[in-house]
């Protein structure tokens, strides 16, 4: 009997997804749980598997498709490696259909603005278009297979200013330079492009810096790092340290783990912590889940666990949803002050930096110390600058004395 294949549900606020790349194709005997093709979606890549054993039937969605949740992938049918899926009947059966369903179904067909539309834009994108009154005269060249319009596309367009979308006009066409390579953005990137521009126009960001001596920080490691790594079989790194620095900073200064909806604030009494790590797709925030809730070891192996997946690309989409704070840190790659971009609904992100000795003033004294500038992105809209001074300012004193953390003080 023949089973459906369809597009999984694929998280909080995701309703469509690429598809990137066929892993298997019509006719390939499959085994269950073996993975036939791979989906990509504004967050992370999914490889949808099969339940069971069988040949693949044909594609129903192409490599490049832009494919909504729930719909049809492909089939699964009984049989050996080698024979005939069942439906590689499926194009006659459309052609069997009544005449009048054709226009619609043929972009060559559609003479109303509406029908172009449909032809022009995906599923998704027509869906939004429709409920912004657009054209795809108005939104212009698609990002999608052949020119097609994607959701992404529509929502670059709304992104910006009335005026810009008023007078948008179509690009002329680049002449590239043969010494040029032209590759496609694929939907990760594009949405993140996308995501940072959003944040850019909707929110209020300001950034405020300060500067931390780690020269606590350091000697709490180098004394108990040993007993710390034969305990817990992980290293006591800053990132534990900086993260239960926030969230007791957090405690005090609630609006910022808070997010605005609409016309009203949401406070939060718990803090899902969202880590920035790099993988080969590039930077992604996988969220530590009631991080206020863990100790150090927790935390720590649970950012080595997310580096590990980011790596591998095996990171879930229950990875990335979710965050109500998040902190990112450029030092690794030598960045020694910069200004983070918050991850919108976000209303805040903590920037670390590169540590560097630096010349500094200690009861008189100049003496060279271990030191970092930190920066605090946030949203205007809510939080106002004492409390985003003060909240940087708790973080470096609770860094500088670590046993803060632990006498809640």
Known sequence: MSVEIKVPTLGESVTTATVAKWLKKAGDAVAADEPIVELETDKVSVEVSAPQAGVLGAEVAKEGD???????????EPGAAGAKPAAAAAPAEKKEAPKAAAPAATPSAPKDAAAIDAAAALPAARKLMTENNLSADQVGKGSGLNGRITKGDVQTFLSQPPVAQQQVAPKPPRNDDPREDRVKMTPLPRTIARRLNDAQTTAAILTTFNEV????????RAEYQDFFVKKHGV??????????AVIAALKEFPAINAEIDGEDVIYRD????G???GGPNGLVVPVIRDADKLGFAQIEKTIAGFGKAAREGTLKIDDLSGGTFSITNGG???????????????????????????PVAVKGQVVIRPMMYIALSYDHRIVDGKEAVSFLVRIKQNVEDPRRLLIDV
Not at 213 to 220: G, K, N, P, V, Y
Not at 270 to 273: D, E, H, S, T, W
């Open 66 to 76: 832009e494919v909504e949740v729930g719909a049809l992938l492909t089939t699964l």
């Open 213 to 220: 001596d780690l020269s606590a920080a350091m000697e709490l």
């Open 235 to 244: 290293k006591l790194g800053y990132m534990s340290i900086f993260s239960r």
């Open 332 to 358: 690794i790659y030598g960045s020694l002050l910069s200004t983070p971009i918050l991850n919108a609904p976000q209303s805040g992100i903590l920037g670390m930096h590169s540590i560097q000795e630096r």
């Open 270 to 273: 718990f803090v899902n912590l």
């Open 275 to 277: 880590i920035a790590v």
